[in-house]
């Protein structure tokens, strides 16, 4: 296999100019390719909006997470005044990284020679600096990264010119207005890596086609095939429609929620926000992964999920959170277990992609939109 972006980049421009009628899977050398994953940190990962967390994981002042974005490390917090601030997590010093994971700081301290920044990435303390007759604390300052909240998500950028959250993903809004998103509640978030590309696990959760194969001992039998409506996606983002039956009752529209009528009360919406924030909305309940390549066939995501309002509200909230954790840990492994395989699979020297289906428009409008960024 050619290893070389150019290749991969034209190979996946020819694949992505054909009409979806004549489409096929994007070519095995936009996965396995060290130099075309190179491309997208660039071309992708550097320039757009990035989903870091909800934002109610960053409830009071000094609650923090931590990510990589084309390898600069990011710390996201709630500071003092009550806002949500985005900076560079490294030191000023040495240039050690500051923060890991997430939790909750009065301060942020360096490992590595306790210099101490405020939440604000003020500098407050610098130990031993004193006989340096140059140093100043007030010109040291963390370098302030673009955040935004949007329905509840909190999303950064390392790129000033990029348009804001809310007027690229307006349309998605308007489709999706009708479930309340910014009001459901995330009861569990967890961190995972695995070994295949972002684009597979991404193309995995954008499609229903693999639903009754895959996960056919958890939640393959709640979805028919023949309901699932997958209309063009935008240029930031793809969503396809779903019905599930009432035998997964979480999924359904809580017995006091007045406001979805009719087939809305059991229709889910499946949302991929480009380049890797992927939700999948539920009357009920959602479900989420943010993606982070660490190289083409190893994959670090951010996994949560939680319920809607009048979910929550029930009085047996804590046996449905523990019915949809554990029903979410197996689809997470039938997953895990099948995008191995397809990484494993298109790496061998006679791997070719194949047409898609109808159920697989958002995979297409995905290509279009990866061919897009790298050959600009």
């Known amino acids: 296999m050619n290893d070389h972006a150019p290749n991969a980049v034209t190979e996946l421009a020819r694949n992505a100019a054909l009409p979806f009628e004549q489409a096929r899977a994007m070519p095995p050398s936009v996965y396995a390719s060290p130099d075309f994953l190179t ?18 994981a960053l409830a009071n002042p000094g609650d923090y997470v931590t990510c990589e974005i084309a390898g600069q490390p990011v710390v996201v917090l709630r500071d003092r005044d009550g806002a949500i601030r985005a900076m560079s997590n490294v030191c000023l010093h040495r240039m050690s990284v500051l923060l890991e994971g997430a939790g909750n700081v009065r301060t942020i301290t360096c490992p590595y020679h306790a210099w101490t920044y405020n939440l604000d990435g003020t500098l407050r303390g610098a130990p031993e600096m004193a006989r340096n007759a140059s140093f100043d604390r007030k010109e040291y300052c963390l370098p302030q990264i673009r955040s935004e909240e949007w329905l509840g998500w909190v999303y ?14 307006a349309p998605l809004k308007k489709l999706i207005r009708r479930f309340r998103m910014d009001r459901y509640a995330e009861i569990f978030r967890e961190t995972h890596v695995w070994d295949t590309n972002w684009k597979v696990l991404a193309e995995n959760y954008m499609e229903s086609y693999h639903l009754p194969v895959c996960h056919k001992a958890t939640v393959g039998p709640y979805t028919g095939l023949d309901g699932v409506d997958c209309p063009p996606g935008d240029s930031a983002f793809n969503i396809h429609w779903f019905p599930k039956t009432e035998g997964l009752a979480i999924g359904t529209a809580h017995a006091k929620n007045r406001r979805l009528k009719g087939p809305e009360r059991t229709t889910s919406a499946l949302i991929s926000i480009y380049p890797s924030h992927l939700i999948t909305l539920t009357p009920g309940y959602f479900w989420y992964l943010s993606l982070q390549p660490l190289a083409p066939g190893r994959v670090h995501m951010v ?24 029903l979410l840990r197996k689809v997470n492994v039938e997953d895990r277990n099948c995008t191995e395989a397809v990484y494993r699979g298109l790496s061998a020297g006679l791997a070719r992609p194949g047409h898609l289906s109808h159920l697989e428009r958002p995979i297409y409008d995905f290509a279009r939109y990866i061919s897009a960024q790298v050959g600009s």
């Open 39 to 56: 491309l997208e940190q660039e071309r992708i990962f550097a320039r757009e909006w990035i989903c870091v967390a909800r934002a109610s």
């Open 156 to 169: 950064v950028t390392l790129n000033d010119q990029v348009r804001p959250v809310a007027k690229r993903l």
């Open 303 to 326: 996994y949560g999920g939680g319920f809607a309002p009048e979910w929550m509200a029930d009085p047996k909230i804590g046996e449905h959170n523990q019915a949809l954790r554990s």
